[in-house]
């Protein structure tokens, strides 16, 4: 019995995904809840793991493509009998002939799946021990088929590139991240020739890109005419897809919907410097790496509470003006794949030390790629830190919804009035953007003056808490 898969909602709303890869290949046997597959949407990478088990028949997509939500992903054979046992002829059964076929989740599943599909959005999926196996996308041989592409392989410096001879060597699939799968697929390397000089042989970005520098020198053709030098403008096309493509939309819309008002306050950091180097020499706090951003969130917090508009949003289609009981605090993370905002949820009830090790585990979460769609929605107000890139200050674009983002500038040592004679101090620059509908000029300010209050002198937090 055939058994279609259709693109489930991943739980954000958005209407497709891009297949960074499949997992498995026609003709593989899969277990319930296995990971088949790695889609993209405009948030987050996501895997996805099987609703049934059987074999599969059907891939209805290529990695690369386009998926829209409800589209058909995979067929299934749920019908195999155990494992060695032929799988049931593609033929003898399509997914039109069942009842039911074309439903995202089959109604007349084995008794083993009574449960239901363990689908993302509705719990985590169990994780196999073992990979399951790919099929090859290259095999490089003495006598490669006709329709194979081998221009690269015939200009690839053999002794600086490990080729892969054999169908063995690429039945498991390249050990990499999604990351450096994305940056691969930009650079139109195939990871499959790439040789991993990370741990246990994984891929890393410099090996991508140091196989795509060598194969460009020596594929570079022969300097033709002056004529066709200029007909041919060198450049890169990148497809606008993905979290680019969804973080544009959501800027554009901000910035053309809500009235942005930025203020700045620049402020003597210095003692809330002087504390941070005190906590990371605690030994009982060292495991939690306390620093500037993570004081200035908890000042956010603390600020929020005694100006509520700027934690609350605009409601044109009821006319009402939102404001949030607790704060799920957004922190912006640059990440291959461009700025996401995932945001903690209850910032306002954490310690500071909790602040920080919740700031950590985001960075790190979508550095790799596994932001969950779940962390990147209900925000209630922002901070960037544009400080860890040597800026001392901007102009920050709200999120969707939100009434206020706060941007941390570096913190530079430099001449500084104080207590009426000129010393050096730690001094940061602080830039609040707010939505003019919702907060008038003197609640933006205020607000910026009690967060900087508290990094100036941090014994003031007593006093706001």
């Known amino acids: 019995m055939i058994q279609e898969f259709r693109l489930p909602d991943l739980g954000e709303g958005l209407p497709e995904a891009e297949l960074v890869q499949w997992l498995v290949a026609e003709g593989d046997r899969v277990t319930l809840n296995q990971t088949i597959a790695e889609v993209e949407t405009a ?34 054979d749920v019908g195999a009998g155990e494992p060695g046992s032929p799988a049931a002829p593609h033929a003898s059964s399509t997914a039109g002939d069942e009842p039911g076929a074309g439903d995202a989740v089959a109604t007349d599943a084995p008794a083993d799946d009574a449960a239901g599909p363990n689908l993302v959005g509705y719990g985590a999926a169990p994780r196999s021990g073992n990979r399951p196996r790919r099929r090859p996308r290259i095999a490089a041989s003495a006598s490669p088929s006709p329709a194979a592409d081998t221009a690269l392989l015939s200009v690839a410096p053999h002794d600086d590139i ?17 990351p450096v799968r994305k940056l691969a697929k930009d650079l139109g390397v195939d990871i499959a020739l790439v040789e991993g000089t990370g741990q246990g042989g994984l891929i890393t970005r410099d090996d991508v890109r140091t ?13 033709s005419s002056p004529a066709r030098d200029a007909a041919h403008t060198s450049e890169t096309r990148i497809p606008i897809r993905g979290v680019r493509k969804h973080t544009a939309e959501a800027m554009v819309r901000s910035a053309f919907t809500a009235p942005h008002v930025t203020v700045f306050l620049t402020v003597d950091v210095t003692e809330t410097t002087e504390l941070v180097a005190s906590l990371r020499e605690d030994r009982s706090l060292a495991d939690h790496r306390i620093g500037v951003l993570a004081v200035a969130a908890k000042a956010v917090c603390l600020a929020l509470r005694r100006h509520p508009t700027l934690n609350s949003r605009w409601d044109g289609e009821s006319g009402e003006i939102v404001q949030y009981h607790g704060v799920h605090l957004g922190i912006a993370a640059a990440t291959e794949r461009g700025l996401v905002v995932p945001n903690i949820r209850d910032a306002d009830r954490m310690t500071l030390p909790a602040l920080a090790d919740a700031i950590r585990d985001l960075a790190t979460t979508a550095r790799a790629g596994k932001t969950s769609p779940e962390a990147m929605r209900g925000g209630t107000f922002s901070i960037t830190n544009v400080g860890v890139f040597g800026v001392d200050a901007g102009t920050p674009i709200l999120n ?11 913190v530079r040592r430099q001449p500084w009035e104080h207590r009426g004679q000129i010393a050096l101090r730690d001094v940061v620059t602080l830039a609040l953007s707010f939505d003019h509908r919702l907060v008038d000029g003197e609640q933006g300010s205020r607000f910026l003056a009690d967060v900087g209050a508290v990094l100036r002198e941090p014994g003031r937090a007593m006093l706001l808490a």
């Open 400 to 410: 969707p919804g939100e009434a206020g983002i706060l941007a941390l500038g570096a």
């Open 43 to 76: 948030k987050a990478v996501v895997e996805l793991p099987s609703p049934h088990a059987g074999v599969v028949q059907v891939l209805h997509a290529a990695a690369g493509d386009v998926v829209e939500v409800g589209a058909p992903l995979i067929s299934f």
């Open 211 to 223: 196989y795509a520098e060598t194969t460009t020198r020596v594929a570079e053709p022969v300097k």
């Open 162 to 178: 490990r080729l892969v001879e054999t169908v063995e060597q690429l039945q498991e699939r390249p050990r990499s991240t999604p």
